[in-house]
T-cell receptor, first 119, second 113 residues
Framework: DTGVSQDPRHKITKRGQNVTFRCDPISEHNRLYWYRQTLGQGPEFLTYFQNEAQLEKSRLLSDRFSAERPKGSFSTLEIQRTEQGDSAMYLC?????????????????FGPGTRLTVL | DQQVKQNSPSLSVQEGRISILNCDYTNSMFDYFLWYKKYPAEGPTFLISISSIKDKNEDGRFTVFLNKSAKHLSLHIVPSQPGDSAVYFCAAIDNTNAGKSTFGDGTTLTVKP
């Protein structure tokens, strides 16, 4: 399977604990994105990487959240001191990062997500 | 301020008929649009896209139409099949800020046999 993979698929934790999620993108993709999705809403952008560089972070990404992509391949998303409001599906996506002169062709391919439940 | 809106939370159609899913956007900087399909317990799957230099893109049973002046796009599925039942998300990208896709809240399509 050469798609985007995420681990774990499900995580249940107690409030105040730290959690870390992993994402393995499609191998030739330069860009990697993290999104959060809550019930009844579309995915909300959190952050993205171009190779190992983190290029943008959403204001949704509080100081308790940190993401890394140390070698430009897999990425981790860590949430410290989890709160009940952090309960959501965390989605990872990757793309080639190829753009035309007037339009983006940067189609993002998503992993299955990690569902976090904070008790 | 939601920049991408899918005003119909749900849509039900009969098998073999046309399904039309709508999406409106407010940011005139968006120049690339995508539709994703999502089954329960899975991530969104890319379906079809269109750039702002086109007004139509077709791929098999799926056609996306873009009306830039109205800031509106639609996805047509013809003929609809029961396997098309899923949540459909519209997403938009600003080429000057191309790292981020902005998604609508989705429309749940149910195709009845």
């Amino acid at each position: 399977d050469t798609g985007v993979s995420q681990d774990p698929r499900h995580k249940i934790t107690k409030r105040g604990q730290n959690v870390t999620f992993r994402c393995d993108p499609i191998s030739e993709h330069n860009r990697l994105y993290w999104y959060r999705q809550t019930l009844g809403q579309g995915p909300e952008f959190l952050t993205y990487f171009q190779n190992e560089a983190q290029l943008e972070k959403s204001r949704l990404l509080s100081d308790r959240f940190s993401a890394e992509r140390p070698k430009g391949s897999f990425s981790t998303l860590e949430i410290q001191r989890t709160e009940q409001g952090d309960s959501a599906m965390y989605l990872c996506a990757s793309s080639l990062g190829v753009f035309g002169p007037r339009a983006s062709t940067d189609t993002q391919y998503f992993g299955p997500g990690t569902r976090l439940t904070v008790l | 301020d939601q920049q991408v809106k899918q005003n119909s939370p749900s849509l039900s159609v009969q098998e073999g008929r046309i399904s039309i899913l709508n999406c409106d956007y407010t940011n005139s900087m968006f120049d690339y649009f995508l539709w994703y399909k999502k089954y329960p317990a899975e991530g969104p799957t890319f379906l079809i896209s269109i750039s702002s230099i086109k007004d139509k893109n077709e791929d098999g049973r799926f056609t996306v139409f873009l009306n830039k002046s109205a800031k509106h796009l639609s996805l047509h599925i013809v003929p609809s099949q029961p396997g098309d039942s899923a949540v459909y998300f519209c997403a938009a990208i600003d080429n000057t800020n191309a790292g981020k896709s902005t998604f609508g809240d989705g429309t749940t399509l149910t195709v009845k046999p």
